[in-house]
């Protein structure tokens, strides 16, 4: 089965704007950061907040290609190129999953210096002189293709003087419009000892929270076609590359949009129109995972899958402050 991306032809980006509702009730948890809370702010459709955040939204993404329970891509993605590290003959973790894809620590910290030393000699001729960006993405492409739809920043001056970056090709990240506070609270009930010492974990505690509701929701996600053409990797890769971006967009809006404990949605059309180009709609799940297969099947020759072991020993950091989830999220390529 193949998909039809000859409307995209002279397209320079897709842009949808995919309308969200709660899956049930009207309320809902947005993300929060520290120290500051909910990100509500002042636009021409009154308060609106951040649901769920660019960085988020690309962990997100980069999941629909894994999976957990396997630890391996999922059917539709097998032979896509990744780096997977194994701890004592264990999966450990891989490319796809650790927070800075090919630059984890895991991938070029360790002891074992085969990996870091291949990826070196492989980026050998950028470590002088303007980047070659075609360079570097073959090489990309060769070790983890995902890398040129979510980014990466080898900051190792080892690598080429730590100057290699890719940029998100793929981004989104869900707003609200017209929200407003819904308060509520509760309390942590102690049936033994209600007024025991709550600093201790006893006695009753009371609680307030703050959900939200809102006029609209929206999933915003922007695909920049003159960045995957601007590669120059060639006609089959390029196909290849908007095929993944696609697949993950669709896997995406398909599955569970549970956020949070009470931050879930639902997507509202059957049909998901793109804002531009005007006339692409984003097609079948059943459709794309084919199409992903076949251009997978297309650059088999390119893509390594590629092993690397990290048996150091798992040290302990120093103290460290208490963070929510966005404060550890990757942060923009």
């Not at 095929?243 to 509202?268: I, M, P």
């Not at 390119?302 to 690397?308: D, E, I, M």
């Amino acid at each position: 089965m193949s998909i039809d991306l000859s409307t995209l032809t002279n397209a320079r980006r897709i842009l949808f704007n995919i309308p969200l509702k709660p899956a049930q009730g009207e309320r809902f948890q947005p993300t929060g950061f520290p120290s500051l809370g909910a990100a509500s702010y002042q636009t021409r459709n009154g308060t609106s907040l951040l649901v769920e955040s660019a960085q988020s939204m690309a962990n997100r993404l980069e999941a629909t290609i894994w999976d957990e329970a396997s630890q391996n891509l999922v059917d539709a993605a097998k032979g896509l190129s990744y780096i997977r590290v194994e701890r004592q003959g264990q999966y450990l973790t891989s490319s796809i999953t650790e927070a800075h894809r090919i630059n984890s620590p895991y991938l070029l910290e360790g002891k074992d210096k085969s990996f870091f030393n291949e990826l070196k000699a492989a980026l050998g001729g950028l470590a002088e002189g303007p980047i070659n960006r075609k360079a570097l993405a073959e090489t990309l492409l060769a070790y983890d293709a995902n890398a040129l739809i979510h980014g990466v920043f080898l900051a190792k001056k080892d690598l080429a003087g730590g100057r290699l970056r890719v940029a998100r090709a793929l981004s989104a990240f869900v707003e609200a419009d017209g929200v407003e506070v819904a308060a509520s609270g509760g309390v942590k009930n102690d049936s033994v000892n209600p007024s025991g010492d709550t600093k201790s974990g006893f006695g009753n505690v009371p609680f307030s929270r703050d959900e939200y509701t809102a006029k609209a929701i929206t999933l915003y996600v922007n695909l920049d076609l003159d960045q995957i053409r601007g590669y120059g990797l060639g006609e089959a890769a390029t196909r290849l590359l908007i095929t993944l971006a696609l697949y993950k967009v669709r896997s995406l809006v398909d599955g569970a949009l549970r956020f949070r404990t009470a931050c879930d949605f639902e997507v509202v059309p059957e049909v998901i129109a793109a804002v531009k180009p005007a006339g692409f709609t984003l097609p079948a799940h059943n459709a794309l995972a084919a199409a992903l297969k076949a251009a997978i099947a297309e650059n088999k020759t390119v893509f390594k899958q590629t092993v690397v072991q990290y048996n150091d020993d798992l040290k302990k950091g120093g103290a460290v402050e208490e963070k929510s989830a966005e404060a550890t999220e990757e942060p923009e390529a």
